[in-house]
């Protein structure tokens, strides 16, 4: 397996990763209700929320750092651009796991009927971090990253037109969500972020199960791969 191979590989395993979070739709149901800082039942499906989110996030900064060496030898700023997008979607998802973690905290503690107030504060501060986080920021990176693939050619092109299709669809949602015109959960929220969510899918798919097609990068990097100095059996080590 050639480097660029294992480079897709992992790029593509990356991604399909970061679908992880969709059983937090479920998990994190509890946290919603009005009673649950007083109420009683369990907080794992919370916690293992949380911790899904974790690896969703961490899996968000994989994608960026794998793909940087291969997309830089097409464009430097655009690539810099992607990795530094895809770091910050990654601290608003940690910045809402710990907002999470902290109503699980106070529930835990035996807060009174008082304290339902903050609990509804850390949700909503929850909901807004995740809004213009994995809400908006996605749209951000599919407009970098699908504009670094359109032209390089480094995957078929019907990909990254699905990302930079449904990026301006994603905006549009978070847009409406923020002015009030339909809830951050609800069915045309859904209908628009369909197109990123397949654009994300159908590349890390594409990338574990062809990797890259054959361009101008791909064949420079194998260049530099096949040209570069290697050592002589017989010469000492330094």
């Avoid at 395993?13 to 059983?23: C, D, H, N």
């Avoid at 903050?118 to 599919?142: H, S």
């Avoid at 009030?180 to 159908?202: K, M, R, Y």
Wanted: charged share 10%; proline share 8%; with cysteine.
């Amino acid at each position: 397996m050639t480097p660029l191979r294992k480079t897709a590989l992992a790029a593509g395993t990356l991604y399909l990763l970061t679908f992880a979070s969709i059983p937090t739709l479920t998990l994190y149901g509890p946290v919603r209700e009005p009673s649950y800082i007083t109420g009683p039942g369990p907080d794992t499906g919370v916690i293992w929320g949380g911790v899904l989110e974790m690896i969703v996030a961490l899996a968000c900064i994989g994608t960026a750092v794998v793909l940087y060496p291969v997309l830089k030898r097409h464009d430097e700023g655009l690539a810099l651009g992607f990795v530094g997008i895809r770091v910050l979607e990654a601290a608003t998802i940690v910045a809402g796991i710990v907002t999470l973690m902290s109503v699980v905290t106070l529930r835990q503690a035996g807060a009174g009927p008082d304290t339902q107030v903050t609990g509804q504060a850390l949700i909503a501060l929850r909901d807004w971090t995740f809004l213009f986080g994995q809400g908006f920021l996605p749209a951000v990176n599919a407009l970098l990253l699908g504009t670094l693939l359109y032209k390089s050619r480094l995957v078929p092109r019907i990909l990254p037109l699905l990302g930079l299709i449904g990026a301006p669809l994603l905006v549009t949602s978070a847009a409406a969500t923020v002015f009030g015109l339909w809830d951050q959960v609800s069915p045309a929220s859904a209908l628009l972020t369909i197109p990123i969510a397949l654009w994300e899918f159908s590349l890390g798919a594409y990338l574990v199960v062809k990797g890259f097609k054959p361009s101008p990068v791909t064949a420079g990097m194998a260049a530099n791969n096949t040209t570069a100095p290697t050592r002589s059996a017989d010469m000492p080590p330094r």
